[in-house]
């Protein structure tokens, strides 16, 4: 006989068995090794009945890993721009060019009606959007982008969309800070309405997270969502009074407007900063009942298909 | 001290889809033709793990071990039944936990390390030994894209086994990483059973879960088969693998199995005198005589043989592979001898005789082991009596005249005779 035809593994079998190091472990025999950190923390247990996960063990094991979302965030953000030299001022940078840039190009060559601050009421604008597109792009892909991880550990899958939410909070914090510092320089008074970023901010990442969070999980079962998503944001800055007030825009687009969750956002963020081109009651009813509806339905897919999301991915 | 993991009538069903529907085409189409295929992978699971048992899943490609592991991870829920896991699981399914490919490992060591429920300050203080025991410190800077697949592994390890988990579970990654680190794991592995922890590991290394495990559970098309000292189950497993009437594909190796067209029928072991005779001496010839039965035509067959030892691991594997063993013709009676040398110490051993197609990649017939006994010398221990001669030379090597002192029955290697 000739011809050496091991079975795979074989090699590696034949080394363990050389090495005489596995005496049986008598049970048993509780050595504590070292103390442990936490005698008292309760003993996690994992209790599944079915795939579908209820609303409450969802909110428990998402507030256990309140602490991950943080760590991944914050890695999040360091990666994106570690190997670039220029590093965090793309975070920042990339934004305020193409506020300015859509500044100068919508008054100065397509002459819309320029509105008072008109470089500031882009600015405003673009900050909320970009802040919206920038997480909805990675974060309608996240669950299966994170598939590496997710196909060998659990953990909430909804924590993947919301860690682009997050980490996009980062540039968005900075971005914010810039847009209020160059206030005073362009003649734009700051007063109590500023306030208003606070509620603008909340309806923001209310928004964001619950597109985030459904497209995400829809993502899973229709590939096409990354596309779709595409396609959407790429009209979506058109359709929301960005570039130009709300005030007077006739028929259809009127109707987009009003229907669109972003308009209230972009809204209370002219408000806030410029001071005019405010929302209508009816804006800020539809874009909280966007963000309530979306959160609702979000996770209530994701209660569902939380313990499901690996299976195909 | 009560039950770590309770498994309570646990299936899972996934639909085998033949394409992932896509909004449009399954739209047009008058209705979309997936979900049809249901397959359950896993059915009618009851068991019990005892905290601080060590219990090992064995069982052909596909029979449910790895869905089973997923299940007790969380990673995935079960479609029936009920799973209850008490107390924090490390998972090491697959290479790697789930590392970030930008992150560098010691970044990866606090991610990971808060995937599996430890806090920063927990990970700060284990990080000194987890770095030491994966034996990367010199790249723990560098991003994990840059490392090499075993070091992914031999961190990933690391991470699992000093989160402390009260479950951890293992599914074939132990045999990676070189011969030092999988000295070092199985002593980890010791270690953290004996300070309590609830290991459960997936292996088709039988040796392996023979030594570690207390109990073995035999999956078999996804379900329990027997659950039983571990004897008994790699036992029944070599049954099981007797048994199949389709043709099997190995997935992963694309190894086939292909039956009714050979069968072994009798596998006996033969003495020095050609007598059969299961007590065997050591140094002594010996041959495995096998008599199977043609189904169908074949052109030319390859035979092979594999020794195992009393544990499962294997000793040898050889075949004619590369030769010409002859056509058969259905209904025939071929008969072969694998003769050789019982270079072995005292123990007990088994021979497994298969018959392949000459593609090497399809098995045709497969008989269980058949087990004999080697009488060895009694300075021997080890796998594999290699008969060494010692030799003194007078004074320092090149000293010309030498002394045989421990003469082996079979040397081959005569005392050079200067």
Redesign the interface.
Known sequence: ??????????A????????A?????E???????EA???PSAP???????????SPAALWRSLW??R??LA??AR?EFQ?RY?RASLGLMWAVGLPLLQSLVMAVIFSKVAHIRAAPHYVVFVLAGMTAFITFSAALGPGSTAIVDGS????????PRLLLPMMQVATNLYGYVITLAILLALCPVLHVGLGLRTLLLIPATVLLVAVTAGFCLLSSALHV????IRYMVAAALMLWMYVTPIVYPPGDVPGLLRGVLDANPMTAVVDLFHMATVGYGGPSELTVVVGVLWAVGLLVVATAVHCRF???F??LL | MSAAIELQGVGKR?AKYVD?????SSALRWRPKTRRDRLWAVRGVDFTVEA???VGVIGRNGSGKSTLM??I?????????????????A?L??V????????TGR?NI??NG????L??R?IR?RLDAIVAFSGVEDFIDTPVKFYSSGMFVRLGFAVAVHA?P?VLIVDEVL?VGD?AF??KC??KM???????TTVVMVS??L??VR??C?RVMLMERGRPRVVAPPEQAIAAFHEVLTEVTDTVVDEV?GLRYEPNVARIETVEILGPDGQRNSHVESGLPMAVRVRATVVQDVEDLVV???LL?G?G???Y???????RFGAASAGETVSWD?QFRAQLPTGSYSAVARVDRPD?RTTLAYHPPVSFFVTGRHTVT??ADLEAVVVRHDGDVDGSVSTVVDPSPGALLAPDPR
């Open positions: 006989m000739s011809g050496a035809r091991g079975q795979p593994g074989d590696a079998q034949q080394k363990l068995a050389r090495m190091v596995t005496q049986r472990v049970r048993g025999s509780r050595v504590a090794l442990r950190d936490e003993r996690p247990v994992l209790a599944l009945h079915g795939e579908s996960t256990r890993s602490e991950l760590i991944l890695k990666v570690r590496d991880l997710s196909s060998r550990v659990y953990f079962y229709f590939r096409d939380d313990r499901v690996a299976d | 996934f992932t529907p896509m909004l449009v601080g048992e060590c997923t299940m991870a969380g990673i995935t829920g079960p479609t029936e039944g009920s799973v209850t896991v008490r107390g924090r699981v998972p399914i697959a790697g936990v789930g590392f970030h490919r930008e992150l970044e606090y991610v808060a995937i599996l429920g806090g920063r927990q203080r402390e009260d045999a011969l999988q000295v199985f002593e010791n270690e953290i059973r004996a300070s309590g088709h290394h040796g392996v030594r570690m207390e190796s092979g043989l594999t030892a544990d691991t294997t000793l594997s050889d075949s004619t592979a590369g030769f694998m090497l080890g796998v």
